[in-house]
Every structure is written in C-alpha cells, then in structure tokens.
C-alpha cells in the first residue's frame, strides 16, 4: 500500500483545534455531548411522568426548562454526524480503508467478516464506553477534550482508565492465537 501524504500537519491541527476549544468554551461553554442524551431523556420524562421525573435526583436538574433539549448540544452532536459524512465523501479517495466490502484483516483473522458482529461490538463497545463516561461526571468529548484542557482531576483519570483498559483489552482479543 502506497503512502499518502498528510493534507495537514498534526501539529497544525492539534493547535487549532486548541484554539478552537479556547473559543467554543468562551463563547458557550467546554464541549460535550453526551448531556444532550440526558436532557432529551428529561424532557420525555417531565412531560410523561412529571412528579417521578423531579423526585429523581439525576433527572430533576435537566430538562424542565430545555425546549425540548434542542440546542447547542444536539446542533454539536448533529454537526458530528453532518460533519463526518461530509469528510468521508470529500476525502474518499485518501480514505486508508481495505477495499469496500472487507474488514480488516486484523479483525476478520480473529472474529470473522461478519458486518453484524463488527457492528454490534462498535455499538456495545461505545455504549460502554459512554456509561462509564457519564458515571465518571461527563462524557468522551467533555473528559478527554474539555475536561483535561481545564486540568480536571476526573477528566485525567477517565482518560487513563480509559487508554489502559482500550489498550488491554486489545492485547487480550489479539493476542496471537494458536
């Protein structure tokens, strides 16, 4: 495989996305989105079950007053979606992919070329993650970009429990089989 040149340094892109956190957190406030999932959850909830929804401690501080929990944390978390769908079609042809339809050859030699079971492992794999982000007072974006560019205690621990049990986890489902 032929390798291709970078569009933009790392360096270049790590400092502006730097300064673009610096500003978002200015102008709004630290990046994350998994609360949009919890204020979407709280509304649904204050307009089904109301007196339930305040007697839960989680629950009661979110949602009431959102309108519809449709604002900055749902346009980032739609922006995501627009914003990778965007780039995978205006970078297809520097995409580093095997060829469309295969897995990678790491992962096919372990768990097969099932699409369902890469899928499902993706699905369950980010679930977790995300339950355990939430547990931890955040989530992914707000731990590992916001949290430790404002030097949050929790925020360095996530991100070390998170990176030690990812690495781990890799040695135990591809370690050499046989």
């Given at each position: 495989m032929?390798?291709?040149?970078?569009?933009?340094?790392?360096?270049?892109?790590?400092?502006?996305?730097?300064?673009?956190l610096?500003?978002?957190?200015?102008?709004?406030?630290?990046?994350?989105?998994?609360?949009?999932?919890?204020?979407?959850?709280?509304?649904?909830?204050?307009?089904?079950?109301?007196?339930?929804?305040?007697?839960?401690?989680?629950?009661?501080?979110?949602?009431?007053?959102?309108?519809?929990?449709i604002?900055?944390?749902?346009?980032l978390v739609?922006?995501?979606?627009?914003?990778?769908?965007?780039?995978?079609?205006?970078?297809?042809?520097?995409?580093?992919?095997?060829?469309?339809?295969?897995?990678?050859?790491?992962?096919?030699?372990?768990?097969?070329?099932?699409?369902?079971?890469?899928f499902?492992?993706?699905?369950?794999?980010?679930?977790?993650?995300?339950?355990?982000?939430?547990?931890?007072?955040?989530?992914?974006?707000?731990?590992?970009?916001?949290?430790?560019?404002?030097l949050?205690?929790?925020?360095?621990?996530?991100?070390?429990f998170?990176?030690?049990?990812?690495?781990?986890?890799?040695?135990?489902?591809?370690?050499?089989?046989?």
């Open positions: 032929q390798e291709q040149k970078a569009i933009i340094s790392w360096k270049v892109a790590g400092v502006s996305l730097g300064l673009l610096t500003l978002a957190t200015f102008l709004v406030k630290p990046l994350g989105v998994s609360t949009q999932f919890v204020v979407t959850d709280a509304v649904v909830m204050h307009a089904v079950a109301p007196e339930a929804t305040e007697k839960n401690v989680y629950l009661a501080k979110y949602g009431e007053k959102e309108a519809w929990g604002g900055y944390g749902w346009m739609f922006g995501m979606f627009v914003g990778g769908l965007l780039t995978s079609r205006v970078f297809k042809s520097r995409q580093p992919e095997v060829d469309k339809g295969s897995m990678p050859k790491m992962w096919e030699a372990v768990f097969g070329g099932s699409r369902q079971k890469r499902a492992a993706a699905f369950f794999g980010g679930a977790l993650l995300l339950f355990g982000a939430r547990l931890a007072g955040g989530c992914t974006s707000g731990h590992m970009i916001s949290g430790m560019s404002q949050a205690l929790s925020s360095f621990i996530f991100a070390i998170t990176f030690g049990s990812a690495i781990a986890m890799a040695h135990l489902l591809y370690r050499q089989r046989g």
